[in-house]
Structures are given as C-alpha cells and as structure tokens.
C-alpha cells in the first residue's frame, strides 16, 4: 500500500465519520463544526485527484462560506432553540430504515451502470483550458449562471429568516408611540 493510498483511506474515513456525526450530534453548533471538518474532508480528497481548484473552491466556497453561514445562523437562533422541546423524535428509527432501504436501492443501481468499470476518459487538452471553460461556464447565461445565483439568492434568504427570527419581540406599548 503507498502512501497516498493511506491518506486517502484515512481522509476518506474520516470524512464519513464526520458526515454521520453531522447528522448524529444532538448539538447544532457542534454538528456545524462537524460538516467543516467533512468539508475539509472533500478537499483533501479534490488534492489527492490533482484538482486544485475544485479544492480551492471547495474551501473557500463551502467551508468558508457556507459553513460559516450555518454557524451564524445557529448563534443568531440559538436562543429560541434553547427554548423549544427536544429536537430527537420517537420515530427516529423510521428515518434510519427509510434511510437504510434508499442507500441500499442507489447501491443497487448503481452496480448496474457499465460505466463505472471502466476507467476514467482522459480529458483532452492542458488543465488551463479546462479552468477557463469552467470559469466562463459559470458566468455564461446559457450554462450555470442561473443555479448559480439561486443558490446565491437562497443563502442570503437564510441569513435574513435567521436574523428576523433572532431579532426580539416588540413590547406592545412601543408601538402605539407613547411617552
């Protein structure tokens, strides 16, 4: 076994392991801090393919922002948290079968595709081009600009529900402009 190929096993389980403690902390902020070390996770691995700007992307898009908006987000609301019930249900075994029987189905499909015995097609040109067509792919209006600023759109939309929700309540005399 070399070396890479025990990186790559220890960053792969790692990052597995922080993906189910993601979903299996009882605490927000530390299920946040969770998907930051998954996310970093992913980027290791991105550099263990040689795709260095998807790995720079994936830091500074996904853990750099997304994850530092989640967080936010979680301190901005977490006293309202603090005073709702419990946040584990009765049927939370239910959700793991349901869980269990998807993963199972996509496994299933997915051994049938013949694609994926094959080896990976060699991309033609130098890397150069290959950034720049994504790069231009991204911004160009008949390719991904519209996800793109969807996704954008749909994170500010958070922040603000986040902050409106942490915001106090109005005394009900503070309104009628008494002195």
Avoid: C
């Amino acid at each position: 076994m070399t070396v890479l190929q025990l990186i790559f096993l220890l960053t792969a389980a790692a990052t597995l392991a922080s993906g189910m403690m993601v979903v299996a902390s009882p605490n927000l902020v530390h299920a946040a801090l969770w998907l930051i070390i998954a996310l970093a996770g992913v980027t290791v691995l991105f550099v263990l393919l040689e795709a260095g700007f998807l790995a720079v992307v994936q830091v500074a898009v996904y853990i750099g922002a997304i994850a530092i908006l989640i967080i936010f987000a979680v301190m901005l609301t977490r006293r309202i948290a603090a005073d709702s019930q419990s946040q584990v249900t009765r049927s939370w075994w239910l959700a793991a079968l349901a869980s269990l029987l998807l993963f199972g189905g996509l496994l299933a499909m997915l051994t049938q595709i013949p694609t994926l015995t094959a080896g990976a097609p060699v991309l033609p040109g130098n890397p150069d081009d290959i950034v720049r067509d994504l790069g231009q792919s991204l911004v160009s209006l008949d390719q991904y600009v519209l996800p793109f600023e969807t996704a954008s759109v749909l994170l500010l939309a958070a922040l603000i529900g986040a902050i409106v929700i942490a915001l106090p309540p109005k005394a009900a005399g503070a309104e009628g402009g008494e002195s």
